[in-house]
């Protein structure tokens, strides 16, 4: 009796196999290996970002821990338990003018005001390299101060020269090179102008009400435990309940940058994941030439009795082994990447230069490639499993064999699933993930559909007289034509293109065109209640044209809703913005310009009873409140409750002053504040806005001006430079389409080799093979592009109107961009494969038929 044969048998008819080569697996390996390195290279990116802030907390935080208050500083009681905890180094920063002394030009700038204690942890470099004193020493009626760099080109300024700041004069005597917890103080829009805390004091820019924070950083004794840490945090909150300071430790040193750092990089792992699986279609086509390749081993396995499984094991086994091979070359190429983004961050991200090593987030990516190999191999697999023998030698392979059996579809279906499952997990936010993932299995499907459209519309294309186009017609729908592998290879990586490319040049339009026309000219903080009226006058006079709206501001954080910590809620995380940090709070008589009352009722100009306040409609609905309930607030260090009485629908879009929360005015009575204030003249010219600013500066040296369009040049600046990272992200997967594609028409030779030498047997020229083929490419490629300018247009548009609530518009340039790569890359890989296929001779493919 005849044995079965074994799975040592199998191993070793593929290791048999496989002595001639990697020839027709090029880019199934190439998919596989770019795919691994684009989700092993962003994870590694991350990890060592992530791990430096982690390691260098101390540095980047300038101490263990730190004490943030907004608008006040602490009280004797506060001072006296950080003084008993460790050493302690107090810091300011606000933002405020800094001027010539002749008046004649003047800058933003960030104010930081330092105590002799700072830093305590990291150095502080300056060029030329000068200790605190003479750093900041009054000398000759001047206070030091450290600027950057930008701040001297801004106003044409040297090391030695004199500025003004508020009401006293500084001397510029070094540029600040290195500044250790710059991190943790959060992204600035003006130049930093680093003075002491004697210099702010001098410079008489605190006011009651002033936009100032003051913060309190603790070096704790050497070892202490973040046990013990947390432990100091608790001890402060019980002992001060409403303080309303903002507490961090070293281990949370700049929590912005890591979350947006995870953020940023979900999105990259997600593209890298598309990439993956664009790459699968690769896979598949790749197998199934193969196994095309392979019908008579196949053939002749059967026939001496091979069971089917055998059949699958050999070729599973190959499969395998190249796919781990891709997968080596991946994680190589992901090894590298965090030390070449280190050198290429070490600017603007110092902690990042050192790279690093981190197996977990190879693992990751070697876990997705195995998955996502197998998942697109098994169908292929299981159609030449259930093929018999006499077919296989009898045709020329798998194409008109349909779908295997259902065993082998649910297989592949387990595997998608478990792969897309774990992206969800493990991603930063699930809900976007799954999102993300819907997106990309629906675009497969409809891909389907759309070539199965075009296929039949060919097919029922009213015949032509051009030879070539009915030829390039019956390609299109003819079985095993290459329709389906062009539109689902090149069809996602276009949409995605498209997709990015309009939201970037609709917030670029909006940027540079429609947003400013719409925004005020300046905005004006810090305005004392006592200069509001005179302010006005001199603004009104400057810009007789100009529309003043003005509001009283102070600061305030969200600590409670209906009696609850904010802490111990479920917040959704498109409501989580409103509760972090500080939030600027108003109190109005009227119902604010910008905004529009949808629920409840405004309350009367005289009102008296308990504090009120009016909610933005969509941040209230994000955060699930409702009409009665309650919003705690700490404001100057107390917790002041109130209840939603109505809500408002915001013009945020307009850049006018708006407030999420409005309060009765009898809520504040009596607490120290600033005002705020916009100017809008839309005729005015550069000059009346330099002479605006000049004039207010000089007048009222401790109120600081925003120049609207100089905020919307830099956030220019910085959509631009995430622009490039992103379409830079999402060429991998248009790499990845590129690289199915040309493995699609690879695939799509042999049959090709076969249709061109039958048609030159009868007659046809290589000129009308050409001109064929040609339009078939044409067609194939135009139909993808249609459909990704489709596609992406409506994802841009809810992108752009539903989630940004910016106005659409249609960018003729993104739909020739996208129809000029479609078609270059369908008809040049197309014709690239083509041309060798009609140098073929015809005797021996004659002789196989």
């Known amino acids: 009796m005849r044995s079965s044969p074994s799975l040592k048998l199998a191993l070793r008819f593929a290791l048999r196999e496989m002595r001639s080569g990697l020839s027709g697996f090029y880019i199934f390996l190439a998919c596989i290996a770019l795919g691994v390195a684009a989700i092993g290279g962003v994870n590694s990116v991350a990890n060592s970002v992530t791990a430096g802030i982690s390691t260098q907390g101390q540095s980047i935080l300038g101490g263990d821990i730190r004490f943030q208050l907004n608008q006040r500083e602490v009280t004797p009681e506060e001072r006296a338990f950080l003084d008993a905890k460790g050493r302690v180094a107090v810091s300011a920063n606000m933002r405020s003018m ?172 997600l593209v890298g994941l598309t990439a993956l699986i664009v790459g699968g279609v690769g896979v598949a086509n790749a197998v199934r030439a193969y196994l095309d390749g392979k019908r008579g081993v196949i053939a002749t396995f059967k026939s ?78 299981g159609r030449a499993r259930d093929v018999p023998a006499t077919a296989l030698f009898r045709e020329q392979g798998f194409e008109q064999r349909g779908w295997p059996k259902l065993f082998y579809v649910a297989v592949a279906a387990v595997l998608i699933a478990v792969l897309c499952l774990l992206a969800v997990l493990f991603a930063y936010d699930r809900r976007i993930a799954a999102i993300f993932i819907g997106a990309v299995a629906f675009s497969f499907v409809v891909l389907r559909a759309v070539s199965g459209l075009v296929q039949w519309a060919a097919r029922r294309a009213p015949r032509v007289r051009s030879t070539a186009l009915r030829l390039a017609i019956g390609n299109i729908h003819r079985p095993g034509a290459l329709t389906p592998s062009v539109v689902l290879s090149l069809g996602l990586g276009l949409t995605l293109l498209v997709t990015l490319a309009l939201i970037d040049g609709s917030l670029r339009r909006q940027l540079a065109g429609n947003l400013p026309e719409r925004a005020p000219n300046f905005f004006f903080v810090d305005i004392q209640s006592k200069q509001v009226d005179q302010f006005t006058s001199l603004v009104q006079k400057a810009a007789p044209n100009g529309k003043i709206v003005s509001a009283p501001m102070l600061r305030g954080r969200i600590v409670a809703f209906n009696g609850t910590g904010v802490d111990k809620l479920t917040i959704p995380p498109e409501g989580a913005w409103v509760l972090r940090g500080d939030r600027g709070i108003t109190y109005a008589r009227n119902v604010p310009e910008n905004s529009e009352l949808t629920r409840g009722t405004w309350w009367p100009a005289d009102y008296s009873g308990e504090p009120l306040v009016s909610f933005s409609a969509e941040e209230a609905n994000n955060l699930g409140l409702k009409i009665g309930d309650t919003v705690t607030v700490n404001v100057l260090g107390r917790n002041v409750t109130a209840r939603i009485a109505n809500f408002r629908q915001l013009q945020w879009e307009s850049l006018a002053i708006n407030f999420v929360m409005v309060f009765s005015p009898n809520t504040f009575a009596g607490a120290p504040h600033a005002w705020l204030a916009t100017l809008t003249d839309i005729s005015s010219t550069p000059q009346q806005e330099a002479t605006v600013m000049r004039d207010v500066t000089r007048a009222f040296p401790a109120v600081t001006t925003v120049r609207v369009k100089d905020a919307i040049t830099i956030a220019n600046e910085l959509v631009g430079q995430l622009a490039v990272a992103i379409r830079a992200a999402a060429s991998v997967a248009l790499i990845a389409s590129i690289l199915v594609l040309g493995g699609a028409l690879a695939a799509g030779n042999r049959a090709r080799v076969h249709d061109a030498v039958v048609l030159k047997t009868l007659g046809a020229t290589r000129r009308t093979l050409i001109r064929a083929f040609t339009l078939e490419y044409m067609l194939l490629g135009l139909a993808t592009a249609v459909f990704a300018l489709f596609a992406g247009g409506l994802a841009a548009w809810y992108v752009i109107v539903r989630v940004m609530t910016l106005p659409a518009s249609f960018q003729p340039d993104v739909a020739v961009m996208t129809v000029i790569i479609a078609l270059v890359l369908t008809v040049g890989f197309g014709l690239a494969g083509t041309w060798r296929i009609l140098g073929q001779k015809a005797a021996p493919v004659l002789r196989n038929l």
């Open 98 to 269: 800094a001027r010539l002394v002749d008046g004649s030009d003047q800058s933003l700038v960030e104010v930081k005001a330092v105590d002799k204690a700072y830093p305590l942890y990291g150095k502080l470099e300056t060029a030329p390299a000068l200790d605190h004193e003479a750093l900041f020493i009054e000398k000759d009626g001047a206070f030091g101060a450290a600027v950057a760099q930008i701040f001297l080109d801004r106003l044409n300024l040297k090391i030695g020269d004199h500025v003004l700041l508020g009401s006293a004069t500084f001397e510029l005597r070094s540029i600040i090179t290195n500044e250790p917890d710059l991190l943790s103080d959060g992204f600035g829009f003006a130049p930093r102008f680093m003075v002491s805390l004697e210099g702010l004091a001098a410079a008489g820019l605190v006011q009651p009400g002033s936009l100032v924070d003051h913060s309190y950083k603790l070096a704790l004794p050497a070892g202490t435990s973040e046990a013990a840490i947390t432990a100091i945090r608790n001890e402060a909150r019980l002992e001060f309940p409403e303080a309303g300071w903002t507490i961090r430790s070293r281990t949370n040193a700049a929590p912005s940058l890591s979350a947006n750092i995870e953020r940023f990089s979900q999105f990259l792992t």
């Open 304 to 381: 001496l009795g091979a069971p089917g499984w055998f059949v699958i094991a050999v070729y599973l086994i190959q499969i395998t082994i190249i796919a781990l091979i891709g997968i080596a070359i991946g994680l190589v190429i992901a090894a590298i990447i965090p030390y070449a983004a280190g050198y290429a961050l070490r600017d603007v991200l110092p902690i990042a230069a050192k790279g690093g090593f981190y197996p977990g987030a190879l693992a990751w990516a070697a876990l997705f490639g195995l998955l996502t190999t197998l998942a697109f191999a098994i169908l292929p697999l």
